[in-house]
């Protein structure tokens, strides 16, 4: 049961970032686009932006009824990046809303743009943040010493910031990838010009984190190399590259949406298989995993049970709405 929790954790992370990421990544193309670019991103986002939280929410119950001590952590010792996360995604779907049924000054127009594109800043950013910390392992096992060691100490570092910008803009990548299936002749050069720029700027970023890794003594090149799974991942995602760029620049759709994909699962799954089975490296080395953190059977038993029937019914609904709003205006060459 617990293998089987743990993968569907792992998968909504997944759809997460693939489907939510590339919604805030849509107000960082802005940055790039500009006016020219966000009506074709408000029409891309409208009709699914909502949908795509499901992922992210159903990591959240996974945790809190799966793994308590686990969920424990990291909303008591990151509350602060998560906070921030919060308001960014709150901040950005009012915004969008407002913007999205403005009509009227251009004033008024602005200012919810400008608060779509910082909010889709603030949250892959922290999202990332937190993602560094429970990987550093600078986590305190109990709340004791001053409110900076226990409550900033954990992710205020030069590895989280830089797993922060990674993740930043992966999902800016993303959304370009995406969008230039929305494109029409005049915007389709400027979204391509973006994905390129955004993917060179991901490897830069990519290899500063395992820079900063090592220098924090995590040395995520060793790890990556220790686990077949890992490697694999990292290959197979290195070998995509080049088909990637083609499909981009014939504006194959399909293609290109199915390798950026897949690019991102390797990122993914290499990064689960080098943190299993643990889930949040505290100091000392007391760390959480999936054995010693997991609830009750009966309650595991109950969870996947639940997980079960919210995926029978949430898996058709998804295919049926991506079939109506996305699937339809795809055209492949």
């Known amino acids: 049961m617990t293998e089987a929790i743990i993968s569907i954790l792992g998968i909504s992370i997944l759809l997460y970032v693939l489907l939510g990421g590339a919604d805030f990544g849509g107000g960082i193309i802005e940055f790039f686009a500009g006016r020219k670019g966000a009506d074709i991103i ?13 992922w992210i929410i159903l990591a959240v119950v996974i945790l809190f009824n799966g793994f308590p001590m686990v969920y424990t952590c990291i909303t008591t010792y990151l509350h602060i990046p998560l906070l921030l996360v919060l308001t960014g995604i709150i901040i950005r779907g009012a915004a969008f809303t407002f913007r999205y ?29 937190v993602l ?13 010493g001053s409110f900076y060691h226990v ?13 922060g910008i990674f993740v930043t803009l992966l999902f800016g990548w993303i959304a370009s990838v995406y969008l230039i299936g ?17 993917f060179i700027m991901l490897i830069i ?52 949406r199915l390798l950026a994909g897949t690019q991102t699962a390797c990122i993914v799954t290499g990064w689960f298989a080098v943190q299993f089975p643990v889930m949040v490296y505290r100091a000392g080395g007391n760390n959480l995993t999936v054995w010693n953190t997991q609830a009750t059977e009966k309650t595991m038993y109950l969870l996947l049970v639940s997980l079960g029937v919210g995926i029978v019914i949430i898996i058709p609904a998804f295919a049926y709405l991506f079939k109506i709003f996305k699937f339809s205006n795809v055209h492949v060459k």
């Open 42 to 54: 408000s029409r891309a986002m409208a009709p699914v932006w909502e949908a795509n939280h499901i």
């Open 101 to 129: 049924y403005h009509t009227g000054a251009d004033s008024i127009y602005n200012y919810y743009t400008s608060f779509f594109r910082i909010s889709s800043l603030i949250t892959p950013f922290f999202l990332g943040i």
């Open 132 to 144: 560094g910390a429970i990987m550093l392992g600078r986590i305190p096992v109990t709340p004791e």
């Open 151 to 163: 409550f900033l100490f954990p992710w205020l570092n030069l590895f989280a910031v830089t797993t």
């Open 182 to 198: 929305e494109s029409t002749g005049n915007t389709f050069p400027l979204f391509r010009q973006t994905s390129y720029r955004l």
């Open 205 to 256: 970023s990519g290899l500063t984190v395992f820079l900063a890794s090592e220098y924090y003594q995590i040395h995520l090149f060793m790890q990556f190399r220790q686990t077949f799974i890992s490697m694999f991942c990292v290959v197979f995602a290195t070998i995509l590259i080049p088909f990637l760029w083609i499909a981009i620049s014939q504006k194959n759709v399909l293609r290109t």
